[in-house]
């Protein structure tokens, strides 16, 4: 009976409760497109540098790890990649030969790190070869291919097929220089891969390196699975090298992880704070337009509980109204914005220099949804308790002198 006299009273003052109902809409769809928005910039710019960078998990000799000289290697690292490529969880693994050196073209010079790599490999770790945004991904050249990106391109003022000379320090120190040509240009919003990186076959880094092994494996995992378990297990298998996760390799990336996990949850209670102050002016309001009414319900017998139960009810209803019609109208703005994307081209330069794509992606996980609608229905129980004491506090027999 009182969940039935409660929904009536509801549609009693139709505009109050539009109103109500509405500024919880608006409020969840702007919530949800918010966090949107903030899971495409941060999410996103994590999932570039991982997936297109670090990778899940990098192993290196531990002595290579503090020197960087090339003379420390993983021993059997070929044969290493092919045993973690069959371990559950992992989805590809590739080699690496690293050295430290500079690019020079008839123009300029800059440092990079120069990266040996199987190129078939690298793609499945780091889909470098979907990151190709002028010429090939070492194809069309014979002889020492290169790949560089383009603001170190733009730097040099290089373009495809134009000749570069790579210097470093081989295995016994020795000065090396040898010249490349440039088979592909990079095109990211990550900073490394800009102009950071220059990209050769392994085969031709090692050759002129003089060594026989390489110096970093990289492995991506699925998303589902902890890398620490892959770390672990490595460890135990191979105890003299030094495998680590992204977190271990890029602390800054687990700090801004955490730091967005708070943020997230700020936003959710600024708006809900928010809401709680909307619903309870309006709850007020209704209460104390209704002082005559609530004091004859308690003057003919109905228990205070049940009066305090009834105005909880009403904004509770309103509340599991709202929450489903914004968060459809939320899931329906990111579904376009998650295909389309945002295009924010007109800031590209500003954007790229942070290492944030100028396509803005927005994503939301499902158990955000969840979250905001509980979040909505504790916001409007709370939002209702004030007037709901109010309605209670009432002495019957003044409360029918009122008009």
């Not at 008839?106 to 945004?133: F, N, W």
């Not at 992204?246 to 687990?254: D, G, H, M, S, Y």
């Not at 409007?380 to 019957?396: D, E, N, Q, S, T």
Request: charged letters at 20%; hydrophobic letters at 50%; aromatic letters at 10%.
């Amino acid at each position: 009976m009182l969940v039935k006299i409660a929904w009536r009273n509801i549609w009693r003052s139709r505009g109050r409760s539009l109103v109500v109902l509405g500024s919880i809409v608006v409020g969840i769809w702007a919530l949800v497109s918010a966090v949107g928005f903030m899971n495409g910039f941060i999410v996103g710019y994590m999932a570039d540098i991982i997936n297109h960078d670090i990778s899940s998990i990098q192993i290196h000799n531990p002595e290579f790890k503090k020197d960087k000289e090339v003379k420390y290697v993983i021993v059997d690292g070929e044969q290493k990649v092919q045993t973690i490529e069959g371990w559950a969880g992992v989805k590809a693994a590739t080699s690496r030969v690293l050295v430290n050196g500079m690019i020079a073209s008839p123009k300029k010079a800059s440092g990079v790190q120069i990266r040996g790599i199987d190129p078939a490999e690298e793609s499945q770790v780091t889909q470098l070869d979907s990151l190709i945004g002028e010429g090939t991904y070492f194809e069309g050249i014979k002889r020492n291919p290169i790949l560089i990106g383009k603001k170190l391109a733009e730097k040099l003022g290089v373009g495809v097929k134009s000749k570069v000379v790579l210097t470093f320090t081989d295995a016994n120190l020795n000065l090396t220089s040898a010249a490349f040509r440039i088979a592909g240009i990079i095109e990211s919003s990550s900073i490394n891969l800009n102009e950071g990186y220059a990209f050769v076959k392994q085969s031709d880094l090692i050759r002129l390196l003089g060594i026989q092994d390489v110096h970093e494996i990289a492995v991506l995992t699925d998303p589902q699975i902890d890398e620490a378990t892959i770390v672990a297990k490595y460890k135990e298998s191979y105890p003299s090298d030094l495998p680590e996760t992204w977190r271990e390799i890029a602390p800054e990336l687990a700090l801004i992880q955490e730091m967005y996990s708070s943020m997230l949850y700020v936003l959710i209670t600024i708006v809900m704070i928010a809401l709680v102050f909307g619903i309870l002016n309006t709850m007020l309001m209704a209460v104390l337009e209704r002082f005559k009414e609530l004091g004859m319900l308690m003057a003919v017998g109905m228990a205070r509980i049940k009066v305090f139960g009834m105005v909880l009810l009403e904004t509770i209803f309103i509340g599991v109204l709202g929450a489903p019609i914004g968060l459809l109208f939320g899931w329906l703005t990111m579904l376009y914005y998650t295909s389309h994307g945002i295009d924010l081209s007109a800031y590209s330069e500003g954007l790229e220099s942070f290492g944030y794509s100028s396509i803005l992606y927005p994503y939301i996980e499902d158990s955000t949804y969840m979250t905001i609608a509980i979040a909505v229905v504790i916001t409007a129980f709370v939002g209702a308790v004030y007037p709901a004491w109010k309605a209670i506090r009432l002495k019957p027999v003044e409360a029918l002198h009122k008009i």
